[in-house]
C-alpha cells in the first residue's frame, strides 16, 4: 500500500521545504509547485522518494508527476503544511512571461473541476450514445434527468469557474458567484438573439454564457481589483455590503455591454479557424493534435487548449479537436504495451503492466510517458508518430465529441455516431497497432542488456549516534500522527537540553532544509536518516534556526550541523521534541539497542538493523 504521507514529506524536502513553496495546485497527475527559488529544488532526491515517477519545469512551475495517486499525496502535504486549500495559486504565485503566466493561471483555474467536469463528460457521452442505439428513449423521463445530471456542470460552467477563479485571484467567492449567476440567469438566456435590448437606452447585444469561459474570468479578474480599490475607500461601517453591492451592478452589465460580445467574436473566430484547418487540412490539424498532444502535456502546454476545447463547444456544440487526442494517448498506451512485451527485465515489466492498464482505460499515460516511453526514446517517438498518423485518419473522418471527457478507452462513446466510425476506427486501430508493432520488431536499449549496475543492498547494521543533548522518548509519545505510528519511519525521540544538532555518523548530507528545522543525511554504509527538531517549526520559516550545513555537504560523526533557540522556539508556541527516524526502510527495516532517559550527543542512541541481519542465514 502507498505511503503517501512518506511521498509528500520527501517530495517537500525535494522542493527546499514550505518556506521555499510560493503556492502549489494539482492536477490529474502531478503536483504543480510555483517555487520561490527553483534552485533550491533538488530533482535527483524528488525522483529518489517512493511515489514520484519524474519531475518536469514548464510553464513557470515545479512539476513533480505522481499519478492517479495524486490527489492523496496532495492532501498529505496539506497535513503535514499550511501549503494549498482556497488560499493558494493566486497572482502573487504567478511569475516568468506572460505565456508561462497564462499558462499558471489557466491550470489553476481548471483543474479544481477538471475531473468532475470529464466524469459528468463521460456520463452525457453514454447517455447520447445509448440515444443513438436506441437502448435510451429521448422523449422519456429517464432521458430526462439523466440529461440534467450529466448536463448541469457544462451549462453552468460559469458559475464553477467563477468560485475558482476568485480562489486564483484572490477575490470574493460568492459576489462572483453573483456575478456568474446573471449570466446564466433563465431570463438573460431567454434574451440570446432577440432585437432591440437596451439597457438604460444602451444598446446591448446579447450572447449566450451557457458553458462560456473568458468572460467569466476576465471579469473575476477585474473583480478583484475593484473590491481591492473599494476595501480600501469605503468607510468601515459599510464596506462589507457595499463594496459588492458596487462590483455587481458594475460588472454584470461591463459583460453584457463590452466583454461578452468581444469574447464572443473572439471566440467565433477561434472555433471558425478550427473548423477551416478541420475542413479544409483536416489530416494536418489532425496529425498536430494527436502527434504532438503527449509533447503538450509533458510541458505542461495543453492547459492552453483547455479553453479551446470549451470555446468550440460553446460556439458550435461540437469538439473537433478532442477527437485526434484520443489516438494520441491510446499510442503512447500501445508504445508501453510493446516495451511489456519486448522487455527482458523483471522491473520494466512490473512497470509497463499497471502502466499501460492505466493509459488504455482511464488515459492517464504519465506512468507510461515518464516512467518507460520517454526514458526509453524509441518507445516515445513510435508513439507520436501513431499518434500522428491516427490524429489524421480520424480528423479526415470529422470525427468530434459532444462532450468534453479525458481521452481514454472508457471514454470512446463519446466519439460514437459523431462523424465517419468507420475513420474512427480505421485511426484508432492504427494509433494503436503501429507504435506496437515498431517497440516490438525495433526495439530499444533494453535496461538488462545495458548491464546497469544494482543497488547494492545494506549488508551490516549501522550504529546511530545522538545527533543532540537531552532525554530519550519512544517515538510513540510524539504528538504527530505521521511520527507516532511509524509511517515516516522507525526511530526514537529526543528532548533537547541544547541548542545544536551533531552528525549522528559519517555520511553525506541529502537534504538541508533551507528553514534549518530539519536535516536528511546517508550513512556511509547507506542508511538514511531524517533529523526534524520540534514539530511544525517549519512554519518559522527559519527564524531561531542557523543552518551549518548544506546538501552535498560531507559529514564526520560529531560535526555541527544546525544551531537552534529552544527557549525562543518554545516561547513561540512550539513543541521541541525531535524525532530521529530511518527513512529507508527497505534497507533498514528495524531498529535495536535503543537508549532511553538523558543521554549526551555522540552516545549511541540506537542500531539501525539492516535486511540481511533480519534475513536467516542458509
Known amino acids: 500500500m502507498a505511503d503517501h504521507a512518506k511521498t509528500a514529506a520527501g517530495v517537500l524536502a525535494g522542493v527546499g521545504g514550505e518556506s521555499n513553496v510560493q503556492s502549489l495546485v494539482h492536477c490529474a497527475t502531478r503536483l504543480r509547485f510555483v517555487l520561490k527559488d527553483e534552485g533550491k529544488a533538488d530533482a535527483a532526491a524528488i525522483r529518489a ?3 514520484v515517477i519524474t519531475t518536469a519545469q514548464a510553464g513557470g512551475q515545479y512539476q513533480v508527476v505522481i499519478g492517479n495517486d495524486v490527489p492523496d499525496v496532495y492532501a498529505a502535504i496539506q497535513s503535514q503544511t499550511t501549503l494549498g486549500g482556497d488560499a493558494e495559486g493566486g497572482e502573487s504565485g504567478a511569475k516568468g512571461n506572460l505565456f508561462n503566466r497564462f499558462i499558471t493561471m489557466i491550470s489553476s483555474i481548471f ?7 470529464a466524469g459528468t463528460g463521460l456520463l452525457k457521452a453514454f447517455v447520447a450514445a445509448a440515444v443513438t442505439f436506441g437502448w435510451l428513449d429521448a422523449t422519456s423521463t429517464t432521458y430526462t434527468i439523466l440529461n440534467a445530471l450529466s448536463d448541469a456542470l457544462i451549462n453552468f460552467l460559469p458559475l464553477a469557474l467563477a468560485i475558482t477563479a476568485a480562489r486564483y485571484f484572490k477575490a470574493s467567492e460568492f459576489t462572483s458567484f453573483a456575478i456568474a449567476g446573471a449570466l446564466v440567469y433563465p431570463t438573460i438566456t431567454a434574451l440570446n438573439g432577440q432585437p432591440d435590448i437596451t439597457f438604460f437606452g444602451i444598446p446591448v447585444t446579447m450572447v449566450s454564457y451557457v458553458s462560456s469561459v473568458i468572460p467569466v474570468i476576465i471579469i473575476v479578474w477585474l473583480q ?3 473590491e481591492r480599490f473599494l476595501l480600501k475607500v469605503l468607510p468601515g461601517a459599510v464596506r462589507r455590503f457595499l463594496a459588492p453591492m458596487i462590483v455587481v451592478l458594475v460588472a454584470v452589465p461591463l459583460v453584457f455591454l463590452v466583454i461578452g460580445p468581444i469574447s464572443s467574436l473572439v471566440g467565433g473566430g477561434l472555433a471558425a479557424g478550427i473548423g477551416w484547418v478541420f475542413e479544409t487540412l483536416p489530416w494536418l490539424g489532425g496529425a498536430i493534435m494527436g502527434g504532438l498532444w503527449q509533447v503538450f502535456v509533458i510541458f505542461g502546454l495543453h492547459w492552453g487548449l483547455v479553453p479551446l476545447f470549451q470555446l ?3 460556439t458550435t456544440g461540437q469538439i473537433l479537436l478532442l477527437g485526434p487526442v484520443f489516438a494520441a494517448v491510446l499510442a503512447q498506451a500501445a508504445a508501453v504495451a510493446g516495451v511489456l512485451v519486448r522487455t527482458r527485465n523483471k522491473n520494466l515489466r512490473s ?4 502502466a499501460t492498464l492505466s493509459g488504455f482505460l482511464a488515459g492517464i499515460t504519465e506512468p507510461a510517458i515518464y516512467g518507460i516511453n520517454l526514458p526509453l526514446k524509441r518507445p516515445f517517438a513510435f508513439g507520436v508518430v501513431g499518434g500522428a498518423l491516427g490524429g489524421a485518419l480520424i480528423a479526415m473522418g470529422g470525427v468530434f465529441s459532444k462532450a468534453f471527457v479525458v481521452p481514454s478507452g472508457l471514454a470512446l462513446p463519446a466519439l460514437l455516431g459523431n462523424g465517419n466510425m468507420i475513420m474512427l476506427g480505421i485511426g484508432l486501430l492504427v494509433a494503436i497497432v503501429v507504435p506496437f508493432v515498431l517497440v516490438v520488431v525495433f526495439g530499444f536499449t533494453d535496461p538488462v542488456d545495458a548491464a546497469a549496475p544494482a543497488t547494492p543492498a545494506a549488508t551490516t547494521d549501522t550504529v546511530v549516534l545522538s545527533p543532540v543533548d537531552g532525554t530519550v522518548v519512544p517515538l510513540t509519545e510524539v504528538p504527530d500522527a505521521a511520527f507516532a505510528d511509524g509511517s515516516l519511519g522507525k526511530g526514537v525521540a ?4 541544547s541548542g545544536a544538532v551533531y552528525a549522528p555518523f559519517d555520511g553525506t548530507v541529502v537534504a538541508a532544509f533551507p528553514t534549518g528545522h530539519a536535516v536528511g543525511l546517508r550513512g556511509a554504509d547507506g542508511v538514511e536518516l531524517l533529523i526534524h527538531v520540534g514539530l511544525d517549526t517549519v512554519k518559522l520559516g527559519g527564524e531561531h534556526f542557523t543552518l551549518k550545513v548544506q546538501s552535498g555537504t560531507e559529514v564526520k560523526a560529531g560535526d555541527l550541523l544546525v544551531e537552534f533557540d529552544g527557549d525562543a522556539i518554545e516561547k513561540a508556541g512550539y513543541d521541541l521534541i525531535t524525532p530521529v527516524i530511518v527513512t529507508n526502510g527497505d534497507l533498514y527495516p528495524d531498529i535495536a539497542d535503543a537508549a532511553s532517559g538523558p543521554l549526551s550527543h555522540g552516545e ?5 538493523v ?7 542465514a542458509r
Do not use: K
Open 351 to 354: 512497470l509497463a503492466a499497471p
Open 111 to 117: 483543474t479544481p473541476i477538471l475531473w468532475a467536469l
Open 312 to 314: 468550440e463547444y460553446q
Open 49 to 51: 522518494t517512493p511515489g
Open 494 to 497: 529526543i528532548r533537547p537540553t
Open 610 to 616: 539492516s535486511v540481511d541481519s533480519l534475513t536467516p
Open 604 to 608: 549511541t542512541l540506537f542500531r539501525a
Open 224 to 226: 478583484s481589483y475593484a
